[in-house]
């Protein structure tokens, strides 16, 4: 009887080539769905691929996971479309579901994270107009 070692080997790196055949599909798929919700599953679906494959590839790849990875580029995305914005009457929701963010405090707190900056200070305005208060000589403040 032999000894069966108690670990595993590591797993193999990945083929460059294949895991960058997968990142390239998979962002061609999101720029065929701009608007669309997207999730790690739903890439899995139309690359037909397993999710840890397409988690590897992404890892190889770009260093960070395929979410992490495609929130930024429409983080990115919408960046752009709100500096190309300003001055119109195009508002932060449009931005946002236009770059397949469709829960809007979600979009600020991520566009937050990475930028520094509410959407709305990058569009130019205030998310919501400025509330005045009235002061007890009939003025406001």
Same mark, same amino acid.
């Given at each position: 009887?032999?000894?069966?070692?108690?670990?595993?080997?590591?797993?193999? !790196? $990945?083929?460059?080539? #294949?895991?960058? @055949?997968?990142?390239?599909? &998979?962002?061609?798929?999101? %720029?065929?769905?701009?608007? +669309?919700?997207?999730?790690?599953?739903?890439?899995?679906?139309?690359?037909?691929?397993?999710?840890?494959?397409?988690?590897?590839?992404?890892?190889?790849?770009?260093?960070?996971?395929?979410?992490?990875?495609? !929130? $930024?580029?429409?983080? #990115?995305?919408? @960046?752009?479309?709100?500096? &190309?914005?300003?001055?119109? %009457?195009?508002?932060?929701? +449009?931005?946002?579901?236009?770059?397949?963010?469709?829960?809007?405090?979600?979009?600020?707190?991520?566009?937050?994270?990475?930028?520094?900056?509410?959407?709305?200070?990058?569009?130019?305005?205030?998310?919501?107009?400025?509330?005045?208060?009235?002061?007890?000589?009939?003025?406001?403040?």
């Amino acid at each position: 009887m032999h000894p069966v070692p108690l670990s595993a080997a590591p797993p193999k !790196r $990945m083929q460059p080539v #294949n895991a960058h @055949r997968i990142t390239t599909a &998979a962002l061609a798929f999101v %720029d065929a769905n701009p608007h +669309e919700p997207l999730t790690v599953m739903k890439l899995c679906l139309a690359l037909k691929v397993s999710r840890t494959y397409l988690q590897r590839s992404f890892l190889e790849i770009y260093g960070v996971s395929p979410l992490a990875y495609l !929130r $930024m580029r429409r983080l #990115n995305d919408a @960046r752009r479309a709100l500096k &190309a914005a300003q001055g119109t %009457d195009v508002t932060v929701a +449009e931005v946002a579901m236009g770059n397949g963010f469709f829960h809007c405090a979600r979009f600020a707190k991520h566009y937050f994270q990475q930028f520094g900056e509410l959407p709305s200070a990058t569009l130019g305005r205030p998310s919501r107009p400025a509330r005045t208060a009235p002061v007890p000589d009939g003025q406001t403040r």
